[in-house]
């Protein structure tokens, strides 16, 4: 069963940090993981992937200011914001695509949680 449950959003001021963390069934961890963000009137914008081997990739335009980890123990999906601006502001969810495990960056992403609010204030 795919569960995916995000958490750790809210308020911020602009050069704030938050950490999201992404609660997932087993099933769901065991492949690929990626957190996405979603502004009003706008797409949905892939921010960064993380295989089954714990291999990473960013958005060009956010490396350096958000980092994505794993604790297989819980596991669970984090996604470390720092520097954060009024701009960030987004619903940000997580994902997984059940049955990939690599080259996650190009995988299709249909299964995801309900998401976490994330105001930045300037």
């Known amino acids: 069963q795919v569960q995916l449950v995000e958490s750790g959003g809210g308020s911020v001021q602009a050069g704030g940090s938050l950490r999201l963390s992404c609660a997932a069934s087993?099933?769901?961890?065991?492949?690929?993981l990626a957190w996405f963000r979603q502004a009003p009137g706008k797409e949905r914008e892939k921010l960064g992937t993380i295989d089954s081997d714990g291999s990473k990739r960013y958005e060009q335009s956010l490396k350096g200011r958000f980092s994505m980890s794993k604790d297989n123990a819980k596991n669970t999906l984090y996604l470390q914001m720092n520097s954060l601006k009024p701009e960030d502001t987004a619903m940000y969810y997580c994902a997984s695509s059940i049955g990939f495990r690599s080259n996650c960056w190009y995988a299709q992403f249909d299964s995801r949680g309900q998401g976490t609010q994330v105001t930045v204030s300037s």
């Open positions: 087993a099933y769901a961890y065991e492949y690929c």
